[in-house]
């Protein structure tokens, strides 16, 4: 289970680590490719929806018309996953087919992902990802729960990840033959990128590399300031005197709930 606030880079974390995964050609026993199938899952599910979901996701559609049990949906699961080589699913946004809920349909949800881990006959590994609000359904069935292993992405801590931000503005301009300008290398700026990007790293990574595309599409030597201010003038359509690099009362007016938003500030 993976969980994160909604831009804090969950699914860009994951998609790598998959693709990475798939690169290895790891083959199985039968002779099949290893791999995970993504399946990304609705608000209205039902443990049906979830069946159904994931054999499309394995490339075996099943027909709206069809009548199966929980019991003959998890065992086509199981079935298709030893013949295509699908050793496990990744469930982004797993929060939304667990959320608003009746206990006993939360229940058989949730026993449906402790069907698909279990048993001898193909059990598969899964990654669930979503906010941090997905880490309070889990629990609610003991079996599953305790096969869990949470990981959280947590938000910058200016104090101890400033070097580490300072870091990703240096890579990604030395990745496009850009020099920083001394603008950059202040606590100041790395402080009002870290603000603007509301303490996620997701959020970070996509200003710096919004600035870049900025200073590359000028045809610049130097990754500045004032491209940082394009990037989010760009993102949100404020004004360019009222960003996160250029405003005196940023802290302020640009809260941590609020991604790519202003406060009115009095």
Not at 53 to 80: V, W
Not at 155 to 164: L, P, S, V
Not at 204 to 212: H, I, M, R, S, T
Not at 246 to 254: D, K, L, P
Request: proline content about 3%; glycine content about 6%; some cysteine.
């Amino acid at each position: 289970m993976v969980t994160g606030a909604s831009g804090a880079g969950k699914t860009t974390e994951l998609e790598k680590l998959l693709r990475e995964f798939h690169l290895s050609q790891a083959i199985l026993p039968n002779g099949a490719k290893a791999r995970f199938a993504p399946c990304v899952l609705d608000r209205k599910g039902t443990w049906k929806d979830l069946g159904k979901n994931t054999l499309h996701a394995m490339g075996y559609p099943l027909s709206d018309k069809a009548r199966k049990t929980q019991a003959q949906i998890s065992l086509r699961i199981k079935e298709q996953g030893e013949i295509q080589g699908v050793v496990g699913v990744w469930y982004d946004e797993a929060q939304h087919i667990l959320a608003h809920k009746k206990a006993q349909a939360l229940e058989e949800v949730l026993d449906c992902f402790k069907t698909m881990v279990k048993g001898p006959d193909w059990p598969m590994m899964l990654i669930m990802s979503g906010v941090p609000e997905l880490a309070d359904y889990i629990p609610q069935l003991e079996q599953l729960f305790r096969k869990v292993t949470h990981v959280r992405l947590d938000d910058i801590n200016f104090e101890t990840d400033a070097e580490t931000v300072n870091s990703i503005v240096g890579s990604y301009a030395l990745e496009a033959n850009l020099s920083v300008a001394d603008e950059l290398h202040t606590w100041d700026f790395l402080h009002r990128l870290v603000t603007a990007g509301t303490f996620r790293w997701g959020l970070v990574f996509e200003l710096v590399v919004k600035a870049v595309g900025k200073a590359l599409v000028e045809h610049s030597t130097d990754l500045k300031l004032d491209h940082f201010v394009q990037a989010w003038v760009s993102k949100t359509e404020m004004s360019a005197a009222a960003t996160p690099f250029t405003h005196s009362s940023y802290v302020s007016m640009f809260r941590r709930d609020a991604p790519f938003k202003a406060s009115i500030v009095s």
